[in-house]
């Protein structure tokens, strides 16, 4: 997914020379640039060069280094910065930066704690329509995930029998002989019940051959 840039849109101007705030502002403007044209590396750098040389902070900067970092494949130290960012006042932002945390452990696989971020991005703002998409598609998925893997722990262990006979119909589906295995599974079953471990097989035959008999 693309993300638009969150912009630092004011400065908070503490006593100093102008100077040191024209500075800022290029140190500012250097950031955004390299970020914008696509240098993720030179944009963390900039980023943390804001740190280092004008101790600037901000939940706003905070996901914008995520973004950098994001994209410049450092997942560790994104997360870090979204984590910050998520504690924003701003309810919008923080919204972002939790959906963008949920990306992140969604590419890690760490499903049940990415549907919890997205969760979190819509409590804070209803409206994100993009953390709400990522919440339904992943609850969908994981719910789907679980459905298949009860399925197949209530799957008996086919016996040889079952094996034999599972490998004789593969034979009848490669010579395009899709009834004949149909039938083959079917009585199969009627004397093992173990059969039934090809459940999705035989569903599929039955598909095939209803299609053919149209």
Known sequence: ??????????????????????????????AEDSYAQANYELA??????????????????????GLSYHHAEKPDEATASYDKASLAPNKRLSSFAYNQSGVLLGNKQEYEAALSKFQSALIKDPTNEVARYNYEMLARWLQRDKERKEQDQNK???SEFAKRK??????????????????????????????????EFISSLTEVTEIDEK
């Open 44 to 65: 963390v750098e900039k980023h943390l060069a804001l740190i280092e040389n004008f101790q600037y902070a901000s939940p706003e900067f905070d996901f914008d280094l």
């Open 166 to 199: 599972k490998a004789e119909a593969d034979r009848l589906v490669e010579q395009f002989r899709f009834k004949d295995a149909l039938n083959l599974m079917n009585e199969a079953l009627q004397q093992d019940e173990t059969v039934a471990a090809y459940q």
């Open 1 to 30: 997914m693309s993300w638009s840039k969150v912009l630092v849109a004011t400065l908070v101007l503490i006593p100093s020379s102008w100077t040191r705030v024209s500075r800022l502002n290029s140190a500012i403007e250097e």
């Open 156 to 158: 008996p262990e086919p």
